[in-house]
């Protein structure tokens, strides 16, 4: 199911840190109705994050906040694993992402890389989303979002990122 997309994963936060960890998609058009596709939130959150360039200058960081992103909206909206060679592929994921968090510079990159190994370890899991784990994905990405809105100069640029942190956070919903 996804061990292609681990292999991307994998070898960029192995090699170079989190830079390149994730390929992003190209938007399509969603109805206001249903629920963002994969593709669409990929699309948001490449948006957001291309959003903080000047106020999060490294790359590592905003790339470990795209894959926190999308890695908790893909584990909230039920993505597991369905093999052991997944599962291992995860494992071998949320190692090299153990590995970059201990030499992890900023606030922002280490609470993106927490974020990343729970949604991971949660699509590992395979046995669905508890209340618990859910409060501890939101409770993650909390922290991400308090961590890049201490970065942002503005009320504006706060507010508007807020804004856009909330509609990533909707789309977990579906």
């Known amino acids: 199911m996804q061990h292609r997309a681990f292999a991307r994963l994998v070898a960029p936060a192995a090699t170079s840190g989190l830079a390149a960890a994730l390929v992003i998609g190209v938007p399509s058009a969603a109805s206001a109705d249903a629920c963002a596709t994969m593709t669409d939130v990929k699309a948001q ?16 960081a905003r790339a470990a906040v795209r894959l926190a992103l999308v890695q908790s909206v893909r584990t909230a909206r039920g993505a597991e694993a369905d093999t052991a060679t997944e599962r291992a592929a995860l494992g071998v994921a949320i190692s090299a992402l153990a590995r970059t968090l201990k030499d992890a510079p900023g606030l922002v990159e280490r609470k993106a890389i ?9 699509q590992r899991e395979a046995n669905g989303l ?10 993650d990405l909390e922290a991400v979002r308090s961590a890049v809105v201490r970065k942002l100069d503005t009320a504006e640029e706060r507010a508007a990122f807020k804004a856009e942190f909330r509609a990533l956070l909707d789309a977990m919903h579906c």
């Open 130 to 139: 508890t209340a618990e784990e859910r409060a501890t994905l939101q409770d």
């Open 45 to 60: 959150v490449s948006a957001l994050v291309e959003d903080l360039r000047a106020d999060v200058p490294s790359r590592d």
């Open 114 to 122: 927490v974020a990343a190994i729970h949604a991971l370890t949660e």
